[in-house]
């Protein structure tokens, strides 16, 4: 493993394993070694999927990507195809599916069977009106046999929203 790689992993695990709870405890380890093909075909999976689910917004594509035991360690979501599909189902508004990617990944990694994104996200400054800052998001998926089979990011428990007033 490439020291950049290796850095990259271990800082990866350190963020998400820094909130403790079910989730940490249960990472499962490292997969079986693979070829570059092996990463690259990988790679694939992740980058069609941000394309075809994500960005196109459409769950129906989902059920080539995602392996019905998928476990998703978001804080608060469920795991499994059908989980996924009824967490982001109200979320999403479905589009046509583009040629290219939109996002701005800033770094796609593979080692074994894992697969590191890193996004750059741009936001109005809160105390700057007409600026824009930058925030980098993570996520790490586990893809096994063509199919993502478990994912992590760095996401915190949903706050539950305050009840109405009286």
Known sequence: MSRRLSLTVAAVAVALTMGGGPAAAQMAPAGPATTPAQQAANKK????????????????????????????????APSGLDGFKAWFGPRFKPKPV???????????????????????HQHPHPEAPGQTYDSYWFDLFRVRDG???EHWDQ????????????
Do not use: C, H, Y
Not at 51 to 62: G, H, I, S, T
Not at 156 to 166: C, D
């Open 147 to 149: 199919k993502i089979v």
């Open 155 to 166: 996401a915190l428990w949903p706050k539950p929203k305050p009840a109405p007033a009286p």
């Open 98 to 120: 583009e040629a290219t990617l939109k996002s701005p990944i800033v770094e796609v990694l593979a080692e074994r069977d894992l697969v590191f994104l890193m996004l750059k």
């Open 45 to 76: 999976v992740v980058l069609d999927f941000i394309r075809e689910v994500f960005e196109a917004q459409n769950l129906d594509n989902a059920d080539r990507f995602i392996a019905k035991d998928f476990i998703q360690r978001k804080p608060g």
